[in-house]
């Protein structure tokens, strides 16, 4: 405990303080900025249960240190730069997802709103929403087996190309015609980006979730597996059944009605409402 104590003053004492400028607050400020970022992008990814083992192992090794245990500090030591390669190895994926993300975001406009009256163009119509529900159900009706793969922010062309160009309006008609039994284009997915079809029987990667159940064949895993790598909204139909699933952010939702299924693709549509006409109807409303 008295080794404790000599380090809590060694580098707590007033005299260690260092005269702080206004440059030091804006580091702090940054790096403070750049942790929270982290903690809440780790949280929602699946390396949250790694950090946490991270962080129990590091304790270990604080108390080792305060302690002296030799041994296990000249293991630390030696082991370091091989644990160092392990998290890059392990981290991959989240990694790469990571700086993709940061390489496509506008830090700026995230941090201070530019010009909060300008209303950004929404991704999709609502007559596209309404034609992929109306096709999800029909086909789930005639038990048509489908995979729909709805783009958000995340680029898709590397699953693009592994499929057929359709280039054409999504619409209910087209999207039962592509997925009809024997036809040329019915295995595969097919990806919507904004309000058209990009192309069909494209190739997915498939999830290696050990959680997903053992009954849910290659579709569902293909489902699972883009929404697992990309931040798209994978719609699923059941060949065997006919129920719908939905995909999303590496959560297979199963089974949802018309309704689920609406409010997943109005949130990726981010339709908004211009201030200005929203005062103007709220005014009148008023009347």
Request: hydrophobic share 45%; net charge negative.
């Amino acid at each position: 405990m008295e080794r404790i104590f000599s380090l809590v003053q060694k580098y707590i004492s007033i005299d260690s303080i260092p005269k702080m400028t206004l440059t030091d607050y804006i580091e702090i400020l940054i790096i403070a900025f750049i942790v929270y970022e982290l903690m809440v992008w780790i949280r929602d990814t699946k390396a949250w249960p790694l950090l946490k083992g991270i962080i129990v192992i590091f304790l270990f090794i604080m108390l080792a240190y305060v302690f002296q245990m030799t041994t296990i500090l000249w293991l630390v030591r030696n082991a370091l730069s091989v644990a160092i390669t392990a998290l890059i190895v392990i981290f991959q994926p989240e990694l790469r997802k990571a700086l993709d993300l940061l390489g496509r975001k506008n830090i700026l406009s995230s941090v201070i709103a530019l010009n909060p009256s300008s209303t950004l163009s929404e991704r999709f119509s609502d007559h596209t929403i309404n034609e992929i529900i109306k096709a999800s159900y029909e086909m789930g009706k005639a038990k048509t087996g489908a995979l729909i793969v709805i783009a958000h922010n995340d680029p898709l062309s590397e699953y693009i190309r592994t499929g057929i160009e359709v280039d054409s309006v999504v619409s209910n008609q087209l999207l039962i015609n592509i997925f009809e039994h024997n036809t040329p284009l019915h295995d595969g997915a097919v990806i919507i980006e904004g309000n058209r079809i990009i192309s069909a029987t494209c190739y997915l990667p498939l999830s290696d979730n050990m959680a997903l159940s053992k009954e849910l064949g290659t579709r569902h895993r293909a489902g699972v597996g883009i929404s697992e790598v990309t931040d798209s909204l994978t719609i699923i139909v059941s060949e065997e059944t006919g129920r719908v699933s939905i995909a999303l952010e590496g959560e297979l939702y199963r089974n949802v009605d018309p309704d689920l299924l609406r409010e997943k693709l109005e949130m990726l549509q981010e339709k908004t409402v211009d201030e200005k006409k929203f005062r103007i109807l709220k005014g009148r409303s008023k009347q």
